[in-house]
């Protein structure tokens, strides 16, 4: 006889192991499943390991380059394979953690290949057989898998992946990246920072394309300065490799050219990964399964969270599908909880970093009446000028004769962090004026959030009105 659960979760990344955890908490018995790693692509093979490679490669690049701090560095090297063992033990520690975690909470975690067979039960594959669980609920985290770009020649000329970007043991001397996303802005920043000619083709207008535009041509700028190259308006076209060369042709602007490098990178996003649902029935969009503001499919019993869900409002982010995972648990526990996606902020975590939450200056400009912005330039932070890292600006966004407070945009240093503070700003509905209002530690870069609200109040204190 199948096992039976309150709540079965299929999928253990950062969707559903929250979930898993949370439904722990709150005293239901759960089953999670998962075929590989607990932790899913973030933990194992995406937000986590990149960001340890990219602290890895700042920390090349401030030691090269710190001749301003009294840093002089001879013969410096950067040893690939000793960043990526660190790398492989943050992990290591990660998974270890949420595992312990899930015991405490008493979830049990079935390592296998888990099918939805019905509304209330899941069909599992292990190395030890078949069985099947039952369960009251069912939650859907299967997440997202690459997307392969549909370029001539692309898929044979075994191009790198999040994955094996971040297992490389030797740093390629050229890289092209086939997309200028998230994805590819990030790991383009790490190889050039390590040394690596790189060059991003991007088929859109503007690399980054969910970013403010002026943001975003501030950190191409600024990217282009680490030796980076890219292209936008270029379509990749047609890709070969010929021995350890591979040739990538994009047209751009109507003219065709060729790059040659020794490794490319796919960089244009992922797409919903469906595997052991596809014969559920969910009503769905090419993004992935429909659900609600509670993250109900249209399957009854069954809810969806994460990359796998095709809501255009939904961005694919680890903490989103955290998110996600507490408010289907809400739900299937009788409380009342919703999902809100205007206050999400989303971080690219290049060098320097953009952040950003709520609307942009042209969209906020599209819905409401009364839209003013203000800027504060980092170069009048005395904690970035301290750094030595004053590249960017605080972008803030207010609509409405008391300017409430929405969008923020930030490029710069620690951006990641700061944004928390507009994000909270934003979630309780604040004006300029309650920012003004705040005081904040000297000397942070967390002022220059303040900074730009008393321009944006009229009266600026560490910039030009």
């Not at 908490?25 to 590989?36: F, I, N, S, T």
């Not at 041509?217 to 292209?231: D, F, M």
Request: proline share 3%.
């Amino acid at each position: 006889m199948a096992d039976r659960y309150d709540i079965a979760i299929l999928g253990g990344g950062p969707g559903g192991y929250v979930a898993a955890l949370y439904a722990g908490l709150k005293g239901a018995k759960v089953a999670l499943v998962e075929r590989d790693r607990v932790g899913g692509t973030c933990v194992t093979v995406g937000c986590i390991p990149s960001k340890a490679l990219l602290d890895s490669s700042h920390a090349f690049w401030l030691a090269t380059h710190g001749e301003d701090h009294g840093i002089s560095v001879e013969r410096a090297r950067f040893d690939m394979a000793r960043a990526v063992a660190r790398k492989d033990r943050v992990v290591a520690q990660l998974v270890s953690g949420v595992e312990s975690l899930l015991k405490t909470r008493n979830v049990d975690l079935i390592t296998a290949d888990g099918t939805l067979a019905s509304p209330t039960e899941l069909r599992l594959k292990s190395k030890d057989g078949e069985r099947g669980i039952t369960a009251k609920s069912v939650i859907v985290a299967t997440g997202s898998k690459v997307g392969m770009p549909p370029v001539k020649g692309l898929a044979e000329s075994k191009p790198l992946d999040n994955v094996g970007a971040l297992a490389l043991k030797v740093v390629p001397k050229r890289l092209i990246v086939i997309g200028g996303g998230v994805i590819g802005l990030e790991l383009g920043t790490f190889f050039a920072e390590v040394g690596a000619k790189v060059t991003v083709l991007e088929m859109l207008p503007q690399a980054l394309a969910f970013a403010d535009p002026e943001l975003a041509r501030a950190l191409v700028k600024s990217l282009e300065s680490k030796g980076l190259t890219i292209l936008t308006g270029a379509r990749a076209t047609d890709v070969q490799r010929v021995g350890k060369t591979v040739a990538v042709t994009a047209d751009i602007d109507g003219t065709s050219q060729t790059f040659e490098a020794e490794e490319v990178l796919l960089g244009a996003g992922r797409i919903a990964n469906l595997s052991g649902v596809e014969q559920a029935g969910f009503a769905s969009t090419t993004l992935g399964i429909t659900v609600d503001e509670r993250m109900r499919t249209s399957v009854k019993g069954v809810w969806a969270i994460g990359d796998c869900i095709g809501d255009e409002r939904s961005p694919k982010l680890a903490h989103v599908a955290s998110t996600q995972g507490e408010v289907a648990v809400d739900t299937i526990l009788g409380e009342d909880a919703m999902m809100r996606y205007d206050v999400v902020p989303n971080v690219v975590y290049t060098h320097p970093e953009l952040a950003q939450v709520g609307l942009t200056e042209a969209q906020a400009k599209a819905r409401h009446q009364d839209v003013k912005v203000a800027r504060f330039n980092f170069r009048g932070s005395g904690r970035a000028l301290a750094l030595g890292d004053a590249e960017g600006l605080v972008k803030l966004v207010t609509a409405g004769s008391d300017q409430r407070i929405v969008g923020v945009g930030i490029l710069g240093p620690q951006a990641s962090e700061v944004i928390a503070t507009a994000a909270l700003a934003m979630r309780v509905e604040a004006t300029v004026y309650d920012v003004v209002h705040t005081i904040t530690a000297h000397p942070t870069l967390a002022e220059a959030f303040r900074e730009a609200a008393l321009s944006a109040a009229g009266t600026p204190i560490h910039s030009v009105r």
